[in-house]
């Protein structure tokens, strides 16, 4: 309703501008903007263009503003600006044979129409991978064609519900009382990192302030106020190795890639901060965590290179940060896989950490998502890590740039990254050789005076009292 309401307001003239995410369209028509202002680099280019072209529709003349942010992606294409307009955008890589992803299509495409089996406007051949497997998996149901199973039907959209709440216990000057009422529904993912206990959540352009977050009824209950500042989510993300179920040999060397279970923790507080982005306070939230298993794979870093970047006041975290996003640019399904990005806030902080993290690359698929990607990427780290290596190695620019090591879905703006740190990780795990006099010193002021979070890694154990037999990459 509010969408519709917003939509009527921008045709008839009371709205001369629409502040919003990038789901702006989502059921809301915006055929008739003139102008879009995007602040801060959207990810990807596809997104960027999708987003300057979300004006000047129906043949009508528009502008387009790109705000850039201080973040190292923002700094790129602004050194870099006909990238914006000349390069090609990314081709759009999908799985065919993902049984996860399979099933879910399979029944959103037998909802719409059922899949008939005869018909040959499908082109269904014999033997045909996908209909194989929805048979085979009892995805569907067959009669003789393909139909959603009812199952689906009964299930609601997994999200948060947030309530504006009666209160008058605000630390506002103007309170503003609401009655009970719902306010919007958002996706966990989100919830999970933008609502917490004392936190501004920004509805319509209206604050409130979160008061109670109930995880087992998945309620959040809101209080308007009228405030003069904001707050920043600041999580600590842990992503630990739990168990391995597969190791694969890394192609002639004497290292290992392994896949295998991955705990995620998150806690989570919260910078204010004012109108003129002065930070008043850092406030820790008493709240419980957020803990959930996923899939994974990682990779251990040998100490010796550990000790190598040391002796160059290269902070480990810095270089393995780095050589995480090297293999992920390299990764043709990166979109749907992540990483423990290093928030410089704790990487930089002058006081020693209590978060020690092993040395090694980790990579998971979202939680939720159950993608099976990560497992392509475990198959696969060998080539991946040699096609990183090429481009670092080759790579003409300076502290790194989206060609090699930044990342544009960096949760934490690129902040924490070492261009030579990423080189000597990915040589020590290819095990070739390093010659220390190409390693530079580091000469980052906020690098140097922060203290070193990383530990050598110790072995995670198998799921089996067993040993999980090794499996020698046979790729070229």
């Known amino acids: 309703q509010e969408r519709r309401r917003i939509e009527h307001d921008a045709f008839t003239g009371h709205l001369l501008g629409i502040i919003a995410t990038n789901s702006l369209e989502l059921g809301v028509d915006i055929g008739t903007l003139g102008a879009v202002l995007m602040l801060g680099f959207p990810v990807t280019l596809a997104s960027f263009r999708q987003q300057a072209g979300r004006a000047g529709r129906r043949k009508r003349d528009s502008l387009a503003v790109f705000i850039a942010e201080g973040l190292p992606i923002d700094q790129y294409y602004l050194n870099n600006p006909h990238e914006l307009f000349d390069k090609d955008t990314d081709d759009l890589l999908i799985d065919l044979d993902n049984e996860i992803s399979l099933k879910a299509h399979i029944q959103c495409a037998a909802h719409e129409m059922p899949i008939c089996f005869e018909d040959e406007k499908y082109s269904f051949a014999e033997g045909d991978l996908q209909i194989q497997t929805a048979q085979r998996r009892r995805w569907v149901v067959s009669c003789p064609s393909m139909e959603c199973l009812s199952k689906y039907f009964d299930s609601k959209i997994s999200g948060i519900t947030l309530t504006a709440n009666a209160s008058h216990h605000l630390r506002s000057s103007y309170p503003s009382v609401c009655l009970n009422r719902l306010l919007e529904e958002i996706e966990i993912s989100r919830a999970v990192f933008e609502v917490y206990e004392g936190g501004v959540f920004i509805h319509q352009g209206r604050p409130f302030i979160v008061q109670e977050i109930h995880h087992d009824t998945m309620l959040v209950k809101l209080v308007q106020a009228d405030v003069n500042w904001i707050t920043k989510q600041r999580s600590v993300l842990h992503v630990n190795a739990l168990q391995t179920y597969r190791i694969r040999a890394i192609k002639a060397t004497p290292h290992h890639a392994y896949y295998g279970r991955i705990n995620i923790f998150v806690s989570t507080g919260f910078l204010l901060i004012n109108y003129n982005v002065i930070v008043l306070d850092v ?194």
């Open 283 to 476: 406030v820790d939230v008493e709240s419980s965590p957020w803990i959930h298993e996923t899939v994974g794979m990682w990779i251990d870093v040998p100490d010796l290179v550990l000790q190598l970047l040391r002796d160059k006041c290269i902070k480990p975290a810095a270089a393995i940060h780095s050589a995480e996003h090297a293999f992920l640019n390299q990764f043709p399904l990166a979109s749907d896989i992540r990483t423990e990005c290093k928030a410089e806030e704790k990487e930089y902080l002058k006081r020693e950490s209590r978060r020690k993290r092993p040395a090694r690359l980790i990579m998971y698929d979202p939680v939720g998502h159950g993608s099976g990607v990560a497992a392509k990427a475990f198959e696969h780290a060998s080539d991946t890590l040699n096609k990183a290596l090429v481009a670092v190695e080759s790579c003409r620019c300076e502290c790194g740039c989206v060609k090699c090591i930044l990342s544009p879905s960096c949760k934490e703006g690129n902040s924490v990254s070492s261009k030579p740190g990423a080189l000597a990780i990915l040589k020590a795990i290819l095990n070739i050789e390093i010659d220390p006099d190409s390693i530079p010193f580091e000469t980052d002021e906020k690098a140097l005076h922060g203290h070193d979070s990383i530990i050598s890694v110790s072995p995670v154990h198998t799921r089996t009292a067993q040993n999980v037999p090794i499996v020698n990459d046979s790729s070229t």
